[in-house]
């Protein structure tokens, strides 16, 4: 037994077994042997009882180790939690903090569940492409019905100790000191005989049996989905599998299909995108900020798209959050706009009425600059007017705090120029939100030249406080997230003067796993949004390729979505993007003024041409130290546009063609199509060495020089 990772004593004829491996007790190596031995150690004592289980520290246990994955196991979670229900003497499970997975099952396989009011109880083994393994799918449904426990397997949602206790997913909610309580409830039934075998259990079994449509309105849903996904389907099909054979022959079913996905593609691919999430907000060279150093009031100037979803993302995150504008007409728009978006949410059934005066409340208007200074975090999200921003910046100067975070909004505009027109250019970043941005999960904090490492920590712990991925990019062009994407939409506007169409292209993308198409999604967005960007560009640098089609269709008239056509057209409202001919006469007509001669592609070349042209440029945005490293890309395409995610990600995606297939393909267009195509000399070395892309790093001289640790300045107030 591994003395540090489980520990046991006997209090007053209770073996109290505790789990220890912080932060979230995983299920480490040692620990499943630790159950069975003490387990055993227990049964065979006189002087016990009962037996109680529970984490040390603020949680119960967060699942199996995701690192041990794929690796030689010698005991697993199923073995270990059918030791806990065989026990001869009542198993009383102590909950508190994370309890999901493996941790969840070990406590069903328990004979009494207990677990604090600020336990969070669930199944997420979906979300990494597995199914439970430790007798999860058949001790749930018959614990609280198959309904129930479809619903938690196939969301992977936590449910707080409230609705557990409503489910009969714990028995009680603790008071006071939980090992202590549950040392008391195990005295209590000690004696009590039979014990409560979850697998034992019948009345679910037996109600759930007359209701064959629960499964096959689970197998509806499912299919509607489309998911790419093969654990859904086991899930499902485990959950009627618990309705109908024993639990042991439904146990070696779970373990059958487990043992199929744990290896499978997408379950590394899924297992790779949790630790490149986890990875990304961190800022080699320090520690997370300590937790009093966190941004608790916040002010956005603008009431904007932009800057109302900011506002909504603090209110829903509880973070109290004044929002500015110049006139007091404009404020009040911004104050509509985020009411509807409360109301479309309460239309939908996502909130309440009453939650929505709750969040409602925590956003402040304010028209004065003076009354947004005692705030924590200050982001502009105005429009990207240099002399704009700077003057907001210098008023911004005047008021906010020390210590404040200075913070933009800003997709284009360099961060240095906000920080020079102020005089703490250490504490300005740009703190970049996707729109809608109360709903996309990615917030690019951006360095700019001056900024220190304590801004940049503390806007990255504000993102991760709102619920986002932070992941932290240097001031370039686009940043790392936008420009890393640029190429493909070069390359998707290319293709058409080629011969490729929007729809064909979009399917190619859709049949990928994007929710939506590329041009599908700029409807969405507008194509006048970056009409006036490409002008600019095109005035600055003589070497600029235009893209002639969506210029050409911004000057019919054809903006997207909001005036009926774009790349598509749309009918009566309806957001179904239908091919137009119109688009394809144009296509046709920019091919013949410029003498482009026409081919066919196939749906590889398109995908290639498309994801290769920004793998080659995430490559140059790492060697030049624009990003950490190459899994931050990875987190910022899954968070910021809809990259699929049992695909890792785009550089992890590249890692399974392989750096030297790439870097030939690469070659041949540079050869084809010129400098665009240029190949980045990462994407070589990495190549030369037939190593793996995802594993890239900033070379350490490449990296924000300014970032030396400078002290903290910031008022803890
Ligand atoms: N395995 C390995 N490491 C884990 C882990 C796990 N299951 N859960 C969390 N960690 C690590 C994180 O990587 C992070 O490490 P770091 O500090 O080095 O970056 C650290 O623990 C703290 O995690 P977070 O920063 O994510 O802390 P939060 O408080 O934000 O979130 C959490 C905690 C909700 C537990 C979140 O980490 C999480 O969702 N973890 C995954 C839980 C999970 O999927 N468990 C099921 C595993 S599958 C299973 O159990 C199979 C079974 O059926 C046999």
């Not at 037996?206 to 489309?226: G, N, S, V, Y």
């Not at 059934?349 to 028209?367: D, F, G, V, W, Y």
């Not at 890239?696 to 107030?717: G, I, W, Y």
Request: glycine share 10%; charged share 25%.
């Amino acid at each position: 037994m591994n003395d540090e990772v489980v520990s046991y004593e006997i209090r007053e004829r209770v073996g109290i077994i505790t789990l220890r491996n912080p932060p979230v007790n995983a299920l480490a190596p040692g620990m499943r042997e630790g159950i069975i031995d003490l387990v055993k150690a227990a049964n065979e004592n006189p002087a016990v009882d009962a037996i109680v289980l529970t984490g040390a520290g603020r949680n119960f246990i967060a699942g199996a180790d995701i690192r041990q994955f794929g690796k030689t196991r010698a005991v697993t979670s199923r073995t270990s939690a059918a030791a806990i229900e065989a026990s001869e003497k009542p198993v009383v499970a102590a909950m508190d903090g994370y309890c999901l997975g493996g941790g969840l099952e070990h406590a069903l396989a328990c004979h009494h569940r207990i677990a604090t009011p600020a336990a969070r109880l669930g199944l997420p083994e979906i979300k990494l492409g597995i199914i439970p393994a430790g007798g999860g799918t058949q001790r749930l449904p018959r614990l609280i019905g198959a309904a129930a426990a479809l619903d938690m397997i196939l969301s992977g949602r936590q449910a707080g100790a409230d609705e557990a206790l409503a489910l009969g997913l714990i028995d009680e909610i603790a008071t006071g000191d939980l090992v202590a309580f549950a040392a008391g409830v195990a005295r209590r039934i000690a004696l009590e005989r039979p014990l409560r075998k979850t697998s034992a259990l019948t009345a679910w079994r037996t109600a759930d049996r007359e209701k064959p449509e629960i499964i096959e309105m689970a197998r509806q849903a499912a299919a509607r989905k489309k998911s790419p996904l093969k654990a859904p389907g086991y899930a499902i099909e485990l959950v009627a599998a618990s309705l109908s054979v024993d639990v042991d022959a439904g146990i070696a079913l779970e373990h059958d299909r487990f043992s199929e996905l744990e290896d499978s593609d997408e379950a590394k691919a899924l297992r790779y995108a949790f630790f490149a999430e986890k990875t990304a907000g961190k800022i080699p060279g320090i520690a997370k900020p300590p937790a009093g150093d966190g941004v608790r009031s916040a002010a956005v100037v603008g009431g904007g798209t932009m800057g109302s979803g900011i506002a909504i993302a603090f209110a829903d995150a509880g973070i109290p959050v004044k929002m500015l504008e110049a006139t007091p007409e404009a404020l009040k728009r911004g104050m509509e706009r985020i009411r509807s978006t409360y109301d479309a949410r309460i239309r939908r059934k996502r909130l309440t009425p009453a939650q929505m005066q709750e969040r409602l409340a925590r956003i402040e208007p304010a028209s004065r600059y003076e009354s947004i200074g005692d705030c924590d975090a200050v982001i502009e999200a105005v429009f990207e007017r240099v002399d704009l921003k700077m003057d907001i910046f210098g008023k911004l100067d005047v008021v906010m705090k020390p210590g404040a975070l200075l913070l933009t909004n800003s997709s284009a505009i360099d961060i240095n120029v906000m920080a020079r027109a102020t005089k703490r250019p250490g504490s300005v970043a740009g703190a970049h939100f996707f729109a809608p941005a109360n709903v996309m999960k990615l917030c690019e904090i951006v360095a700019g030249d001056a900024t220190t490492i304590d801004t940049l920590g503390r806007a990255a712990a504000m993102g991760r406080a709102l619920g986002k991925i932070s992941v932290v990019a240097g001031s370039c062009d686009g940043f790392a997230a936008n420009r890393s994407r640029a190429p493909l939409v070069t390359e998707m506007m290319l293709l058409l003067e080629e011969g490729a169409l929007p729809w064909q292209i979009d399917k190619v993308m859709m049949d990928f796993g994007y929710p939506m198409g590329p041009f599908a999604v700029s409807d969405l967005s507008g194509l006048d949004v970056s009409y006036d960007t490409r002008k600019r560009r095109a005035a600055a640098d003589p070497d600029y390729r235009k893209l002639h089609v969506p210029d050409r269709l911004v000057e019919m008239g054809r903006h997207g979505q909001k005036n009926g056509a774009g790349w598509y057209r749309y009918e009566n409202n309806d957001r179904t993007p239908r091919p137009d001919a119109v688009v394809n006469q144009v296509i046709a007509d920019i091919a013949r003024e410029f003498g482009i001669p026409q081919r066919e592609f196939t749906d590889e070349e398109i995908l290639h041409r498309l994801l290769f042209a920004s793998v080659n440029e995430a490559c140059k945005i790492v060697d030049e130290g624009k990003s950490f490293r190459a899994s931050d890309i990875d987190a910022m395409w899954l968070n910021g546009f809809g990259f699929p995610r049992h695909r890792g990600g785009l550089m992890y995606w590249a890692d399974g063609i392989g750096a030297p297939a790439i870097l030939y393909q690469v070659q041949a267009w540079h050869e084809r199509y010129g400098k665009r195509w240029k190949p980045s000399p990462l994407l070589a070395r990495v190549a030369g060495e037939n190593g793996r892309l995802r594993e890239a790093v900033a070379p350490e001289t490449a990296f924000l020089p300014s970032l030396v640790p400078q002290p903290s300045t910031h008022s803890t107030k």
